[in-house]
């Protein structure tokens, strides 16, 4: 019963406008035996799809589908079930997932020994299982497809305000949100791009103007928790208790730039300690003078500031070169003695929250996040302009190398590196996400988590060439750096991975000698009067797609596109399409390596198939003939077919779109068609803004599942 009715008050969560965190550790094993009926149960994962497709016919808010998170412990029999369950990328689109480490685990792994699997139902050791091997199957398949990350619950718990309460299990959809069962909190976010004075000439931290506003922000998001409606009574109740806040950032990024230090630096990591224990400071200072007016939030009894010593909800490292700010001195031993005297209006006031809708709104740079790209192309009706990012723009034309052929060059590559005009010294400022070494990634995220009470919602950006081990190695450091969990994307991992017949590289490069003869050096062979074939029908924006693939001595030889009810235009660009693949197959081109050429390609509106993402007539066909090769292969629809382990760019009719360009094979937005980006643990558009599992201010229920 436990189970259905976390299943209807997701339901009422998510039209409210909400999105859900679970922990399905508490669900017994796969097949395990349930006594009531002797039959054996279905494990966590069978449930998870549960919940995911009620998601996928709830729209948000009457708008779209909400999001969702779904935790399994390590220690769970079902772990590797857990795992692999995202592998296909159509299985659970509606959910993050991540791993919960637990210290005995992080111990095992450390050591190279053995953990205990433990069955929730009873409490007893089901077998030992290797850490190391739990963890390189974690790795493989973030590296793969982005999912799942870690949250490390231990260090969760430890800094728990209210543990009197029961342990935290889970978080909110991001993950920057550790919850207790049916907690929610609402969240904020401050444009640090706002607080730099003097820009550009002198430019300082305006010290005074940062710590009002975040006493402003903090009394008004208390304010929101009573003016908030909330769709179910218990999380009124539980909020009400703890009356946690999510004050956060934007614009960290712009700040760094106007001060003139890179993100990838030393200086960067100490100014992000300064900063965030700035504001995290003068939020407690609110909230003690709300618990003077107003009286401490309910739970205060019991809780880690229920003591003659209170203690802090977070472990205040502070990171980098140290640099000199000038900011005003903090006295963290009044802080303490305020709560002793008055109480604390808030459980946790700090939350590092995904920001980008709001940010897009607000000319900001996204959260805690480096820039993705200093400039893009925006297509309009009317032709192509270039979205420049407006700092640069001006360090352009105050240095004087700014050209409208240069902004256009800039946004066609969406970086610096390798664009001569560009001083060295702005390309260093101006460092986009993927060229920015993994081990400032996540030492910036451990630099706010120190002074952070909740957690911090950042992705860790890596380029398609990222291996696995430097998933390993990110998941480790960000566990002894001190952050609270770790979510990796690798750029285009979550593209549509092209069927692969295992062709070596020597192979594939005397295939490519030959189709790249001069011309007139290959004539196509000769089409028999008869031949035999199959038609594969394919979804598409612009209507229903007839792909008709003809074979000859057992070998694909030419291929016809045909669009249903279109215009004269796509339908005659479909049929082109049709006589090219024929032409090449006729010289001997590799099937796969068309393929290759047309899985990924954008355009349109994307519409989905069986479970699968359509993202253009040539996308279309592209899967129509993978789909062929497949059949081709023996195998049953259920097994995956061979796939290669990396995307390799095409040599040639893509410049400016390199493997380590933001957005390289991503998925592209349903909205405006731009190639998506992985920003703060989701999926987002920096074109339209777009965002794949942004909710509201307010993040409602995270439950666990009984």
């Given at each position: 019963?436990?189970?259905?009715?976390?299943?209807?008050?997701?339901?009422?969560?998510?039209?409210?406008g909400g999105g859900t965190g679970f922990s399905f550790s508490r669900i017994r094993p796969?097949?395990?035996?349930?006594?009531?009926?002797?039959?054996?149960?279905?494990?966590?994962?069978?449930?998870?799809?549960?919940?995911?497709?009620?998601?996928?016919?709830?729209?948000?808010?009457?708008?779209?589908?909400?999001?969702?998170?779904?935790?399994?412990?390590?220690?769970?029999?079902?772990?590797?079930?857990?795992?692999?369950?995202?592998?296909?990328?159509?299985?659970?689109?509606?959910?993050?997932?991540?791993?919960?480490?637990?210290?005995?685990?992080?111990?095992?792994?450390?050591?190279?020994?053995?953990?205990?699997?433990?069955?929730?139902?009873?409490?007893?050791?089901?077998?030992?299982?290797?850490?190391?091997?739990?963890?390189?199957?974690?790795?493989?398949?973030?590296?793969?497809?982005?999912?799942?990350?870690?949250?490390?619950?231990?260090?969760?718990?430890?800094?728990?305000?209210?543990?009197?309460?029961?342990?935290?299990?889970?978080?909110?959809?991001?993950?920057?949100?550790?919850?207790?069962?049916?907690?929610?909190?609402?969240?904020?976010?401050?444009?640090?791009?706002?607080?730099?004075?003097?820009?550009?000439?002198?430019?300082?931290?305006?010290?005074?103007?940062?710590?009002?506003?975040?006493?402003?922000?903090?009394?008004?998001?208390?304010?929101?928790?009573?003016?908030?409606a909330f769709p179910l009574k218990e999380i009124e109740r539980i909020t009400k208790a703890?009356?946690?806040?999510?004050?956060?950032?934007?614009?960290?990024?712009?700040?760094?730039?106007?001060?003139?230090?890179?993100?990838?630096?030393?200086?960067?990591?100490?100014?992000?300690?300064?900063?965030?224990?700035?504001?995290?400071?003068?939020?407690?200072?609110?909230?003690?003078?709300?618990?003077?007016?107003?009286?401490?939030?309910?739970?205060?009894?019991?809780?880690?500031?229920?003591?003659?010593?209170?203690?802090?909800?977070?472990?205040?490292?502070?990171?980098?070169?140290?640099?000199?700010?000038?900011?005003?001195?903090?006295?963290?031993?009044?802080?303490?003695?305020?709560?002793?005297?008055?109480?604390?209006?808030?459980?946790?006031?700090?939350?590092?929250?995904?920001?980008?809708?709001?940010?897009?709104?607000?000319?900001?740079?996204?959260?805690?996040?480096?820039?993705?790209?200093?400039?893009?192309?925006?297509?309009?009706?009317?032709?192509?302009?270039?979205?420049?990012?407006?700092?640069?723009?001006?360090?352009?034309?105050?240095?004087?190398?700014?050209?409208?052929?240069?902004?256009?060059?800039?946004?066609?590559?969406?970086?610096?590196?390798?664009?001569?005009?560009?001083?060295?010294?702005?390309?260093?400022?101006?460092?986009?996400?993927?060229?920015?070494?993994?081990?400032?990634?996540?030492?910036?995220?451990?630099?706010?988590?120190?002074?952070?009470?909740?957690?911090?919602?950042?992705?860790?950006?890596?380029?398609?060439?990222?291996?696995?081990?430097?998933?390993?190695?990110?998941?480790?450091?960000?566990?002894?750096?001190?952050?609270?969990?770790?979510?990796?994307?690798?750029?285009?991992?979550?593209?549509?991975?092209?069927?692969?017949?295992?062709?070596?590289?020597?192979?594939?490069?005397?295939?490519?000698?030959?189709?790249?003869?001069?011309?007139?050096?290959?004539?196509?062979?000769?089409?028999?009067?008869?031949?035999?074939?199959?038609?594969?029908?394919?979804?598409?924006?612009?209507?229903?797609?007839?792909?008709?693939?003809?074979?000859?001595?057992?070998?694909?030889?030419?291929?016809?596109?045909?669009?249903?009810?279109?215009?004269?235009?796509?339908?005659?660009?479909?049929?082109?399409?049709?006589?090219?693949?024929?032409?090449?197959?006729?010289?001997?081109?590799?099937?796969?390596?068309?393929?290759?050429?047309?899985?990924?390609?954008?355009?349109?509106?994307?519409?989905?198939?069986?479970?699968?993402?359509?993202?253009?007539?040539?996308?279309?066909?592209?899967?129509?003939?993978?789909?062929?090769?497949?059949?081709?292969?023996?195998?049953?629809?259920?097994?995956?077919?061979?796939?290669?382990?990396?995307?390799?760019?095409?040599?040639?009719?893509?410049?400016?779109?390199?493997?380590?360009?933001?957005?390289?094979?991503?998925?592209?937005?349903?909205?405006?068609?731009?190639?998506?980006?992985?920003?703060?643990?989701?999926?987002?558009?920096?074109?339209?803004?777009?965002?794949k599992c942004e909710r509201g201010r307010t993040d409602l229920g995270a439950a666990f599942?009984?």
């Open positions: 019963d436990g189970i259905f009715d976390a299943l209807k008050n997701t339901a009422i969560i998510h039209k409210s796969k097949n395990d035996i349930v006594k009531s009926t002797m039959g054996v149960a279905s494990g966590p994962v069978s449930f998870m799809k549960i919940f995911d497709a009620a998601t996928e016919q709830i729209k948000q808010g009457g708008r779209r589908r909400g999001a969702n998170m779904g935790i399994l412990r390590v220690d769970h029999p079902d772990i590797e079930e857990f795992i692999t369950c995202k592998a296909d990328m159509k299985t659970l689109q509606n959910f993050n997932i991540s791993v919960g480490a637990t210290e005995e685990f992080m111990k095992a792994l450390k050591n190279d020994t053995t953990y205990k699997l433990i069955n929730p139902r009873n409490g007893q050791v089901t077998s030992e299982v290797s850490a190391k091997k739990i963890f390189q199957e974690i790795c493989q398949q973030a590296w793969t497809t982005g999912d799942p990350g870690m949250v490390f619950l231990d260090r969760i718990n430890q800094y728990n305000p209210t543990p009197q309460l029961g342990e935290i299990e889970s978080t909110n959809p991001c993950g920057e949100q550790p919850l207790l069962p049916y907690e929610s909190c609402n969240l904020g976010s401050i444009n640090l791009g706002h607080f730099v004075k003097g820009y550009p000439q002198s430019p300082k931290i305006d010290w005074e103007g940062l710590a009002e506003t975040v006493k402003l922000a903090t009394r008004f998001l208390d304010d929101v928790i009573d003016a908030n703890n009356r946690k806040t999510g004050l956060g950032v934007m614009g960290w990024a712009d700040m760094l730039i106007m001060l003139g230090i890179p993100y990838d630096s030393e200086e960067g990591l100490n100014v992000a300690s300064q900063v965030a224990e700035f504001i995290n400071y003068h939020s407690k200072l609110e909230s003690i003078e709300l618990a003077k007016e107003r009286g401490s939030f309910p739970a205060f009894k019991g809780s880690i500031y229920d003591s003659e010593q209170p203690t802090l909800p977070f472990s205040g490292r502070v990171f980098g070169k140290n640099v000199d700010l000038n900011r005003p001195p903090l006295d963290w031993q009044s802080v303490k003695e305020g709560i002793r005297k008055y109480g604390l209006r808030n459980a946790d006031t700090i939350t590092i929250a995904p920001t980008g809708t709001i940010s897009m709104i607000a000319g900001a740079s996204s959260g805690i996040e480096p820039l993705f790209a200093v400039a893009y192309v925006k297509k309009v009706s009317v032709g192509e302009f270039p979205e420049v990012n407006p700092l640069f723009q001006e360090v352009a034309k105050r240095l004087d190398f700014y050209s409208d052929d240069l902004m256009m060059k800039v946004s066609r590559a969406g970086k610096l590196e390798g664009i001569n005009e560009v001083p060295d010294e702005v390309k260093r400022l101006f460092k986009t996400a993927l060229e920015i070494d993994v081990h400032y990634h996540v030492a910036m995220q451990a630099a706010w988590q120190a002074f952070v009470d909740n957690a911090v919602s950042k992705t860790i950006n890596m380029r398609n060439s990222a291996t696995v081990d430097e998933v390993a190695k990110a998941y480790l450091e960000a566990y002894e750096l001190g952050c609270k969990g770790i979510t990796i994307y690798r750029d285009g991992s979550r593209s549509v991975q092209v069927l692969y017949t295992g062709s070596t590289a020597e192979q594939k490069n005397e295939q490519k000698k030959e189709v790249t003869k001069e011309a007139g050096g290959i004539l196509p062979e000769a089409r028999p009067s008869v031949l035999s074939g199959m038609t594969i029908k394919m979804k598409t924006d612009s209507g229903n797609l007839y792909v008709t693939i003809n074979e000859k001595d057992g070998r694909m030889f030419e291929v016809f596109t045909t669009l249903g009810k279109s215009g004269a235009a796509i339908a005659a660009f479909t049929e082109a399409i049709g006589r090219l693949i024929s032409l090449s197959l006729r010289i001997g081109a590799d099937p796969n390596a068309i393929i290759k050429e047309l899985v990924g390609i954008r355009g349109g509106e994307p519409v989905w198939q069986e479970g699968e993402k359509i993202l253009s007539v040539p996308d279309a066909i592209g899967k129509a003939l993978s789909k062929y090769m497949e059949l081709k292969s023996g195998k049953v629809e259920s097994q995956k077919p061979l796939v290669s382990l990396s995307l390799e760019k095409s040599q040639e009719g893509h410049e400016g779109l390199e493997d380590d360009s933001w957005g390289y094979g991503n998925p592209t937005c349903p909205e405006c068609g731009s190639p998506l980006i992985v920003s703060e643990g989701c999926m987002t558009c920096p074109v339209c803004g777009w965002s599942l009984n």
